[in-house]
């Protein structure tokens, strides 16, 4: 079976001494770079994930806080 566009890309290729490009190549290079796009999003996320524990974690354990300290009476900025 052999469509329009094949028959395009076989006659340009004939003429040009390049090869058609290949549909099964580009198909493996966009899947390897969305899975390479879906692997640095999730670092992304694991490091957010992390980030967050380490805040819970602290402020279970009473190292940081929250609350914003009061400048003592007298004190100037």
Do not use: C
């Amino acid at each position: 079976m052999s469509t329009t566009a094949h028959k395009l890309a076989t006659q340009v290729s004939k003429t040009t001494g390049k090869r058609p490009p290949s549909v099964v190549k580009e198909i493996v290079y966009g899947m390897s770079l969305g899975l390479f796009a879906g692997y640095l999003w999730k670092l992304h996320h694991w490091s957010n994930q992390r980030r967050t524990r380490e805040f819970y974690s602290l402020l279970d354990q009473g190292r940081i806080t929250v609350v914003v300290d009061e400048p003592s009476p007298g004190a100037e900025d």
